[in-house]
C-alpha cells in the first residue's frame, strides 16, 4: 500500500494529538478489494441455460449491425459468419470459441507499480464516474463542465482512499474543442495523479492519440507488452455496433489495451422489460463484441460490461436501484463468470437531482448490488447525479467515503484466535464492559470501519459547530482535499515529452466544438 503523509505535527499531548491524528492530510491508496464473501446469484441452472441457449439464437437468426465498418464486415465474414449488408449473423458457438483467447483476469499497470490493479477473478477495482456534461457544488450549482472541473475531480480521485482507479472522462469539460479535449483530459490523469486510468473513445484517432501518450509515458515496449490502459466500448443497444466505437476497439484491441464490452440497457427502451430478455440480449451483445475484439487480438484483455438502468413508463426517464435493474445485475455477474471473462457493472446511480435522500437510497442499493453480483471493474462508483448527467463535487467525496464500506464488507468474517475473542469473553465475564479489557485495547483501532467525513457527535457538539448536514460536511471535505492536494512526481524529460507531443497534435488542426 502506497502511503505518502503530509501531517502537521501538533504541540503537545492528549486530545490535541488526537485531533491532529484526525484532521492530518494522508494521501493512501487502499489496494483494490479482494473478496472473501460469496457472490449473490439469482439465476438456476434451467435458466442459465435458456438464457444461454436464446443468446446464441439471436446471434445465429436476428444477427447483430456492424453500420459504417467495412473492415468489420469483412472480419467477420473471414471468421465465418453469414454477412448481408450490415448484419452480421455468427453461426452458434462461433462467439464462444473466439473468446477463449480473452484472459480471465489482467494486470493494469499504472506509473506508480504499487497502485497497479488486478481486474479480474474475485477482484473489485473501483472507478470514478464517467461522462457527464454538466457538473454542480453546493457553490456554483448545475453548469456545464469545464478543464478545471476535470482536474479538480482527478485530484480528488488521486486524495481519495477507496478509489483504485483514476477512471476517464470523469465530466466532459466543454471549454475545450471536442477534437483537442482528450489530449488535456489524459494529460490530467498522467501528471494529477498516478492511479491507472482510461483512454479516450470518441473517436478511433483519439484511441491511438492514447496509445500514443501511453507510450510516451510507459515506453513503446511496455505498452505492446502490458495493459496500461482501459476503455469503454458501449453497444447502442439493441445490437448495434457503430464504427466510432468499433474503431476505438480496434485500435486499443491490436495495442494489447483493455476494452469494457459494455450493451447501454435501459429496460423498456433498449431492451425488453423483462429480466430474462435483456439478459439474453446483453449476453448475445457481449459475445459478439468480445469475439470481435479476439479477431483483432487474440488474447487482448476484454471485460463482460453491463450498464443496467429501469424506465419510468410515465416519463420515459431512466430509474435508478430498482429491484429489476439489480437482478439484471446479479445474472449478468453469473452470464460473465461462465465465460471466464471479468465483469463491469454498477456504480453510485441515482437518478436525483441532487445528493439528497434519494441519492442516498439509490446509490446505496446500486453499490451494494455490484458488491455482490460479482462486479470486477466498477465505473461510475462515486459522484454520478442526475441519471449521469451530472458529476457533483460533494457527492463525489460522500460516495467516495462509503466505498470504505465495500472493502469492510468484502473482507467477510474473520474466525482466527484474535477473531474468536475468547480470551475477552473469559475475563469480562457475566455482567462486566469490554471497553476496558486486553483485547479491546489491542483491537480498537482497527476493529470497526470509520468514516472520514460523516457525524457522529453529539447533538450539543453538532449544533455548537454550526448543524452542518452531510451535503455541507461535504462541501468542506472537497475545499480541504483540494486545498491539501499535493501533485505525485514525474520524470521532468516525460512530462516535457508529452507536452511536446500535445502541442503538436493542437497545432495539427483547427479547433472543432461538434
Not at 44 to 65: K, P
Not at 76 to 98: F, N, Y
Not at 171 to 177: A, F, I, K, L, N
Not at 198 to 205: E, I, L, N, R
Amino acid at each position: 500500500m502506497a502511503e505518502a503523509n503530509t501531517r502537521r505535527r501538533a504541540r503537545g499531548g492528549g486530545g490535541a494529538a488526537r485531533r491532529a491524528e484526525r484532521t492530518a492530510v494522508r494521501i493512501e491508496t487502499a489496494k483494490y478489494i479482494e473478496r472473501n464473501i460469496p457472490n449473490f446469484e439469482v439465476l438456476n441452472a434451467e435458466a442459465l441455460e435458456i438464457i444461454e441457449t436464446n443468446a446464441e439464437t439471436i446471434l445465429a437468426d436476428v444477427g447483430v449491425n456492424f453500420v459504417d465498418n467495412p473492415g468489420a464486415l469483412q472480419r467477420w465474414k473471414d471468421a465465418g459468419a453469414d454477412v448481408d449488408g450490415e448484419r452480421v449473423r455468427i453461426p452458434r458457438g462461433l462467439a464462444r470459441q473466439l473468446i477463449k483467447t480473452a484472459p480471465s483476469e489482467f494486470t493494469q499497470h499504472a506509473r506508480n507499480p504499487e497502485k497497479s490493479v488486478v481486474i479480474g477473478g474475485r477482484n473489485l477495482v473501483l472507478a470514478p464516474v464517467y461522462g457527464p456534461p454538466f457538473v454542480r457544488d453546493a457553490q456554483g450549482g448545475r453548469r456545464y463542465a469545464t478543464m478545471d472541473d476535470f482536474n479538480k475531480f482527478v485530484k480528488l480521485a488521486y486524495m481519495s482512499k477507496w478509489l483504485h482507479h483514476s477512471g476517464g472522462t470523469v465530466c466532459e469539460p466543454t471549454d475545450v474543442p471536442v477534437n483537442k479535449r482528450h489530449l488535456d483530459m489524459l494529460m490530467a490523469h498522467m501528471t494529477l495523479s498516478d492511479k491507472p486510468f482510461m483512454g479516450s473513445v470518441t473517436d478511433p484517432s483519439r484511441a491511438q492519440d492514447s496509445v500514443e501518450m501511453c507510450e510516451i509515458l510507459f515506453g513503446k515496449e511496455f505498452v505492446q507488452e502490458n495493459t496500461v490502459m482501459t476503455s469503454l466500448t458501449n453497444i447502442n443497444s439493441p445490437m448495434t455496433f457503430d464504427d466510432v466505437m468499433m474503431g476505438s476497439l480496434e485500435v486499443y484491441a491490436a495495442n494489447n489495451q483493455a476494452c469494457i464490452i459494455s450493451p447501454f440497457i435501459v429496460g423498456g427502451a433498449m431492451a425488453p422489460v423483462s429480466v430474462a430478455g435483456t439478459l439474453t440480449q446483453v449476453l448475445a451483445e457481449v459475445l459478439a463484441g468480445v469475439a470481435y475484439s479476439q479477431i483483432i487480438r487474440p488474447g487482448a484483455p476484454a471485460i463482460f460490461g453491463a450498464f443496467v438502468s429501469s424506465i419510468d413508463m410515465n416519463s420515459g426517464a431512466p430509474t435508478f436501484g430498482t429491484p429489476e435493474a439489480s437482478m439484471v445485475t446479479y445474472g449478468a455477474g453469473q452470464l460473465a463468470r461462465r465465460l471466464n471473462l471479468p465483469f463491469r457493472s454498477a456504480g453510485s446511480f441515482c437518478g436525483s437531482k441532487l445528493p439528497d435522500a434519494q441519492a442516498a437510497y439509490e446509490t446505496a442499493n446500486s453499490l451494494n448490488m455490484g458488491l455482490m453480483s460479482g462486479v470486477n471493474f466498477m465505473l461510475h462508483s462515486c459522484g454520478w447525479l442526475e441519471g449521469g448527467l451530472v458529476a457533483d463535487f460533494e457527492k463525489f467525496v460522500m460516495d467516495a467515503d462509503q466505498l470504505g464500506v465495500l472493502h469492510g464488507l468484502a473482507k467477510g468474517v474473520a474466525y482466527d484466535e484474535n477473531a474468536q475473542a475468547m480470551d475477552a469473553i473469559r475475563e469480562v465475564g457475566p455482567g462486566g464492559h469490554y471497553l476496558g479489557c486486553a483485547h479491546t485495547q489491542a483491537n480498537f483501532k482497527d476493529a470497526f470501519w470509520k468514516s472520514e467525513m460523516l457525524d457522529y457527535k453529539p447533538f450539543e457538539t453538532w449544533e455548537d459547530e454550526g448543524g452542518r448536514d452531510t451535503r455541507q460536511l461535504a462541501s468542506a471535505r472537497v475545499e480541504h482535499l483540494l486545498a491539501n492536494y499535493q501533485q505525485p512526481q514525474l520524470d521532468p524529460a516525460i512530462n516535457a515529452a508529452l507536452n511536446e507531443y500535445i502541442d503538436k497534435k493542437k497545432a495539427s488542426m483547427p479547433d472543432a466544438f461538434t
